[in-house]
């Protein structure tokens, strides 16, 4: 194997199962899951509960033993089950920040921080300890506060102390599950800054296990999104949030409005498809599946709310319908400060729209909302 492998992890076909009661079939809550996590990169793994991310995760940590496939980190095998090899958590070369943040609350902060040193895989000895914790304290904002009790810090604090304590273990990889989670929304989107900040600082890998689809898109390079045990993409957040693969994928990523497809066929010129809705054809130009895997029938049109393009009727007189657009009726109107959130009503099909704050409509307005095509995209499932 490589000595300097491009990639910090590479999982291959992991699979967790749970036995059920006796004589009924096996649960699988990790089912055939393949992805390599780039070295240095941050990389998320993003689902609803139960999807199976975090026992992606605890395997990879060697917290669970999983049933079948194979891990490694660094160019070394961490587990493989035809090979027998299953390598104890303590002798992977990772560190974690739990959900908790694992703070013990009987240890000074500097006590916190030096204990990888004094006990984990890579210890060290002496005055070194002392002052690389004081050192890394220092680049987290905590060094005023090193002979303190960990239970007087606040919980951002203690999140950047857990945050300190993993990287001076000097993991190949960092792994982070849910470590956000238990904070207030204003100060979670501050320490997310610093989360990442910290990482590309440090250089150290990261694989992130969250639910938060805000958080998944500003933190990480790649998001791994899972739904019941599979993965349903793997992709940057750009990409991901503008070409969804599926329906799941476009629904759980921020908001999309899915209109579903009777019939499809493809454009002359292009990659893209007409789909005919119940609210009338509509022009793709994006398509989930290439041509010879593109069903005749079925699927959705998806398209965000902040694209569909939205503009008032002058009462008393028939409005002139362009390509791609159609009369709605509006059923409800949220002033937001720098937008209006719209749903209006289109052959019987709410459409969520995201439209100027100054358009001057109100429930039961009579509008025409249109799709542009190269924001449109046809979703095979």
Not at 297 to 310: A, D, F, L, M, T
């Amino acid at each position: 194997m490589s000595k300097n492998p491009v990639n910090s992890i590479v999982i291959t076909e992991l699979r967790k199962s749970y036995d059920r009661a006796a004589g009924s079939e096996s649960t699988y809550a990790v089912d055939g899951v393949s992805f390599d996590v780039p070295k240095g990169q941050f990389v998320t793994l993003l689902g609803p509960s139960g999807c199976g991310k975090t026992t992606t995760l605890r395997c990879v940590a060697g917290l669970e033993q999983a049933t079948g496939g194979r891990i490694e980190m660094g160019g070394q095998v961490m587990f493989d089950v035809p090979q027998k090899i299953h390598v104890r958590p303590e002798d992977r070369p990772i560190a974690m920040v739990p959900q908790s943040y694992g703070i013990w609350p009987h240890m000074t902060v500097l006590d916190n921080a030096a204990f990888p040193m004094r006990h984990g895989r890579n210890r060290r000895k002496g005055q070194d300890i002392r002052a690389r914790a004081l050192d890394m304290l220092d680049q987290v904002g905590l060094a005023p506060m090193a002979d303190r009790w960990a239970t007087q810090l606040s919980g951002g604090q203690q999140q950047r102390l857990a945050f300190a304590r993993a990287l001076l273990g000097d993991p190949e990889v960092l792994l982070l599950d849910e470590p956000l989670s238990n904070l207030d929304a204003k100060l979670r989107s501050k320490l997310r800054q610093e989360l990442r900040s910290f990482q590309e600082q440090f250089g150290v890998t990261a694989l992130y296990v969250t639910h938060d689809q805000a958080e998944a898109l500003a933190l990480s390079d790649i998001v791994i999104v899972m739904n019941h045990g599979h993965i349903e993409q793997i992709d940057h957040p750009e990409r991901l949030y503008d070409h969804p693969r599926s329906s799941f994928v476009a629904d759980f990523i921020g908001s999309a409005n899915l209109l579903p497809v009777q019939d499809v066929s493809p454009l002359r010129d292009g990659d893209g498809v007409t789909a005919k809705t119940d609210v009338g054809p509509v022009v793709c130009g994006r398509s989930s599946a290439d041509e010879s895997q593109r069903p005749s029938s079925g699927g959705y049109v998806c398209v965000r709310p902040e694209n569909v393009k939205v503009r008032t009727t002058t009462e008393g007189q028939e409005p002139t319908l362009g390509d791609a657009e159609f009369l709605a009726t509006v059923d409800s109107s949220e002033f937001l400060g720098d937008r209006l959130e719209l749903v209006v009503r289109a052959a019987d099909i709410p459409i969520t729209v995201s439209a100027r704050a100054g358009l001057g409509c109100r429930p039961g307005d009579q509008v025409v909302v249109g799709f542009d095509a190269n924001t449109t995209t046809y979703l095979a499932s």
